[in-house]
């Protein structure tokens, strides 16, 4: 019961670098909310352990690559009895299907939940093809 | 690719079933059983007087939820809210859970009230709790 044998979990290569990770530890895919307004794309995603500092975000052409690296909690004098979490690191990757103005995203990490707005690019908002009459 | 010839082929099914394996591998991490699990999942650990409780309670601030302690139990109790949704919002997914929780975690021993110390960070919160001192137990010196 005070230690348990601890095995490496063979990792799956990180779908980001398309690599094996150099850190070893579990990385776990965040539970995301991701909703449309008219002009924005937001993003809600739940990464509990993440500093601001933590959160690291990429645009690529249309690929967006979330992750978060978590605090490794230590306790000392501590032994962990009971787990129902781990604590780790956080990586999705979406394919985002619009063009997104770069310039004016907003990303704010509060409370372990990164809120990511996107604004749509100009063009890709709706526009109307006037007829000319001959 | 020893084995095969497939390769040459342009087309190799070994390689495209190590890509689907990948795949469901990368897919599955840290999904699985999520939807039955109970929120907010604990981690505990035990001191030599003292017992730590960990949560992940992602969302919520400090004055949301409520820390009880009595006798040897603890309980955790809130409410995590829902995204505001607007006129014109169009989900493109809905992962995050929400809803009011509560739940009570019974503790190894009794633990002192007056002597609880929380923290929250980043959504983690972290109760430590201690036993109080009448209960701890004491040496006792067996005489000649």
């Avoid at chain 2, 109790?77 to 009570?104: C, D, I, L, N, Q």
Wanted: net charge negative.
């Amino acid at each position: 019961m005070t230690q348990e044998l601890k095995t490496t979990a063979p990792q799956v290569p990180s779908a980001v670098e398309g690599g094996e990770r150099t850190r070893t530890g579990p990385v776990f895919v965040p539970r995301t909310d991701i909703c449309e307004t008219q002009d924005n794309i937001v993003l809600l995603v739940d990464m509990p352990g993440v500093a601001p500092e933590g959160v690291d975000i990429t645009l690529e052409k249309r690929t967006l690559a979330i992750r978060g690296l978590a605090n490794e909690q230590r306790h000392q004098h501590y032994r962990q009895v009971y787990a129902e979490y781990e604590s780790g690191s956080y990586e999705r990757v979406f394919a985002l299907s619009e063009d997104i103005d770069r310039d004016s995203i907003e990303a704010s990490q509060k409370n372990g939940v990164l809120r990511l707005v996107l604004p749509k690019a100009a063009p890709a908002k709706a526009r109307k093809i006037q007829l000319k009459m001959s | 690719m020893l084995l095969s010839d497939f390769g040459r082929m342009g087309f190799d099914p070994f390689q495209e079933m190590r890509r689907v394996q990948q795949e469901m591998n990368r897919r599955l991490t840290g999904l699985t059983s999520e939807a039955a699990r109970e929120f907010p999942p604990i981690n505990l650990w035990v001191g030599e007087d003292s017992v730590a409780v960990t949560a992940e309670l992602p969302g919520l601030s400090p004055e949301e939820v409520d820390v009880t302690v009595q006798e040897n139990t603890l309980t955790l109790m809130g409410e995590r809210v829902s995204p505001p949704e607007g006129e014109k919002t169009m989900w493109h997914r809905r992962e995050r859970a929400f809803g009011r929780f509560s739940r009570t975690v019974q503790l190894p021993f009794r633990v002192d009230p007056d002597h609880v110390q929380a923290r929250f960070a980043h959504g983690v919160l972290e109760v430590e709790l201690h036993r109080p001192e009448a209960d701890r137990p004491r040496k006792i010196q067996i005489k000649g």
